[in-house]
């Protein structure tokens, strides 16, 4: 009796196992051929690209189980309605990897980033290198691995430092009373001009930030790239001490440190509305 039921239920067996194979080498191979007809796309978004992949490889991977199942002799349509009643109670089980779903549909309709953008968002910082339904992967400056939740991002104040086309640079110089306004605001302004990849429109502005101490609070303000932020700010910081040393002692900087703008401030804005486009 058992020799005939192994015997009748055996080639089943082999062929639901030669479909699961057959199945995943297929969606193997679907997913590096996806993968290599997408990268020759050049229109469409980095960003979607991995998603389309793990759509077809999830679809796919459907209907090689349930092609399997079949094999078996399991009716698939009684199957389905099970599956749906025990998808909703592992639904409800997992809301959280759910909610990480949800947030990533959201971020890929909304777009508030780009794959290689850098973004702040949740304490965490980096450039972007995959936008998944389940998670984002970021690099961060020091070459770190950052895995970060959907949901994590969606649901926390988030900062595109590279979406926008410019950065604003903020410099304060305390200078001795004894210094002449006009020729120190005339010797910054010509550093900040000189220095690569620093924007000319809007033109760099010194203005007094205040009298403290006996002493001369200069800040000099100037628009550049987000990639080259850092390296303008360096720039323009030690070009504005050998400049004004260079003046005499009457110039010579007490102390020249990096300063943002408080968000009140309109001409944060309004003055780089040019550069931001």
């Given at each position: 009796m058992g020799w005939r039921w192994t015997e009748a239920f055996l080639p089943h067996i082999v062929a639901a196992a030669a479909t699961l194979a057959v199945g995943f080498v297929f969606i193997g191979w679907l997913g590096r051929a996806l993968h290599r007809l997408l990268a020759h796309i050049g229109h469409m978004d980095n960003t979607l690209k991995p998603i389309l992949v793990s759509l077809v490889r999830y679809v796919v991977l459907i209907l090689v189980g349930i092609g399997a199942l079949s094999q078996l002799g399991i009716q698939t349509t009684s199957l389905l309605a099970v599956l749906g009643a025990a998808g909703l109670a592992?639904?409800?089980?997992?809301?959280?990897?759910?909610?990480?779903?949800?947030?990533?549909?959201?971020?890929?309709?909304?777009?508030?980033?780009?794959?290689?953008?850098?973004?702040?968002?949740?304490?965490?910082?980096?450039?972007?290198?995959?936008?998944?339904?389940?998670?984002?992967?970021?690099?961060?400056?020091?070459?770190?691995?950052?895995?970060?939740?959907?949901?994590?991002?969606?649901?926390?104040?988030?900062?595109?430092?590279?979406?926008?086309?410019?950065?604003?640079?903020?410099?304060?110089?305390?200078?001795?009373?004894?210094?002449?306004?006009?020729?120190?605001?005339?010797?910054?302004?010509?550093?900040?001009?000189?220095?690569?990849?620093?924007?000319?429109?809007?033109?760099?502005?010194?203005?007094?930030?205040?009298?403290?101490?006996?002493?001369?609070?200069?800040?000099?303000?100037?628009?550049?790239?987000?990639?080259?932020?850092?390296?303008?700010?360096?720039?323009?910081?030690?070009?504005?001490?050998?400049?004004?040393?260079?003046?005499?002692?009457?110039?010579?900087?007490?102390?020249i440190t990096r300063t943002i703008p408080p968000d009140a401030d309109p001409s944060r804005y309004l003055a780089g509305r040019d550069a931001a486009g």
């Open positions: 592992i639904g409800l089980a997992l809301q959280g990897t759910l909610s990480n779903i949800a947030a990533g549909i959201m971020l890929l309709w909304l777009r508030p980033f780009h794959v290689g953008d850098f973004i702040e968002v949740a304490g965490q910082s980096g450039a972007v290198e995959e936008i998944g339904l389940f998670v984002c992967q970021l690099r961060t400056f020091d070459g770190l691995f950052l895995f970060l939740p959907n949901s994590a991002i969606w649901n926390a104040p988030l900062k595109n430092h590279t979406r926008n086309g410019g950065r604003l640079v903020s410099v304060s110089v305390t200078l001795p009373g004894g210094a002449d306004i006009d020729r120190a605001r005339g010797t910054l302004i010509a550093v900040a001009e000189r220095t690569p990849s620093a924007l000319r429109a809007p033109s760099p502005w010194v203005f007094v930030d205040n009298f403290a101490g006996g002493n001369i609070v200069l800040t000099l303000a100037a628009w550049t790239t987000p990639q080259g932020a850092g390296t303008v700010e360096r720039a323009i910081i030690e070009g504005a001490k050998r400049k004004l040393e260079a003046l005499g002692d009457n110039f010579t900087p007490i102390q």
